[in-house]
């Protein structure tokens, strides 16, 4: 099986999961599913920004390295939305934001992987 195959079998397993996971499992994500996710968010923030993927690593500053806006967030959280069969309320994810301020890529992939395992109730903000 070539490469690309594999890849594309692990990412749809990967996501399958992790849609099984958020429909009400509350559990730990693995290594290769914060990757993916990982992955996936440096790969949206590349297309938003104009840059190569390999060239956004986790210590990028989202805002004067990327110069993401409000707009690219939500952009984000409709895609994660779409991706996952998440029901978002956009006023709660905002409000979560506003308090708990991310800076990096990589503060930004650790928030959202405790979102998708759980840890983090938007409802509570």
Same mark, same amino acid.
């Given at each position: 099986?070539?490469?690309?195959?594999? *890849? =594309?079998?692990?990412r749809s397993e990967l /996501?399958?999961?992790?849609?099984?996971?958020?429909?009400?499992?509350?559990?730990? @994500? /693995?290594? #290769?599913?914060r990757k993916l996710v990982?992955?996936?968010?440096? =790969?949206? &923030? #590349? %297309?938003?920004?104009?840059?190569?993927?390999?060239?956004?690593?986790?210590? #990028?500053?989202?805002e004067h390295d990327l110069?993401?806006?409000?707009? =690219?967030?939500? %952009?984000?959280?409709? %895609? @994660?939305?779409?991706? *996952?069969? @998440?029901? &978002?309320?956009?006023?709660?994810?905002?409000? *979560?934001?506003?308090?708990?301020?991310?800076? =990096?890529?990589?503060?930004?992939?650790?928030?959202?992987? @405790?979102? &998708?395992?759980?840890?983090?109730? &938007?409802? #509570?903000?």
């Amino acid at each position: 099986m070539s490469d690309v195959m594999e *890849y =594309t079998v692990d990412r749809s397993e990967l /996501t399958n999961g992790l849609k099984g996971m958020i429909r009400g499992e509350r559990r730990d @994500l /693995t290594p #290769a599913e914060r990757k993916l996710v990982g992955q996936e968010i440096i =790969t949206f &923030l #590349a %297309e938003q920004c104009d840059r190569d993927p390999a060239s956004v690593g986790r210590d #990028a500053d989202l805002e004067h390295d990327l110069g993401v806006d409000s707009l =690219t967030f939500l %952009e984000l959280f409709q %895609e @994660l939305e779409s991706q *996952y069969d @998440l029901n &978002l309320e956009i006023r709660a994810v905002a409000r *979560y934001a506003r308090d708990n301020p991310v800076h =990096t890529v990589g503060e930004l992939v650790d928030q959202i992987c @405790l979102f &998708l395992e759980k840890r983090i109730d &938007l409802a #509570a903000n």
